[in-house]
């Protein structure tokens, strides 16, 4: 899944959450973070402090993959560029 922002994030450890059928309780101590701080990252607050977003990831059994965005197959601008039409 592509993550982009704090609030995806959150939405989608809550996702994985529910359908590993944890509460928050759970999860929070299953991670050792505060039942708080995840319902805080679960609604997409953007100071959540990575080495806690770490412990939550590990904790749902993921991991985070990082790589370079890919390349578009087609460059649309040049493409509409060629079709000549008004400016």
């Known amino acids: 899944m592509r993550v ?7 939405l989608y450890v809550r996702d ?3 359908a590993a059928g944890l ?3 759970d999860l ?3 991670a050792t973070v505060s039942r708080r701080w995840l319902s805080d ?5 953007p100071t959540a402090e990575i080495g806690l977003v770490f ?5 749902l059994g993921l991991y985070l993959d990082c790589r ?3 390349t578009p197959a087609v460059d649309l601008d ?3 560029d060629s079709l000549g039409g008004p400016a």
Do not use: C
């Not at 412990?55 to 904790?59: G, R």
């Open 41 to 45: 990252l679960e609604a997409g607050k």
């Open 28 to 30: 929070a101590v299953r």
């Open 78 to 80: 040049a493409y509409l």
């Open 4 to 10: 982009s922002n704090v609030r995806d994030l959150g």
């Open 68 to 70: 370079p965005e890919p």
């Open 23 to 25: 509460s928050q309780v």
């Open 16 to 18: 994985r959450r529910r």
């Open 55 to 59: 412990k939550i990831v590990s904790a």
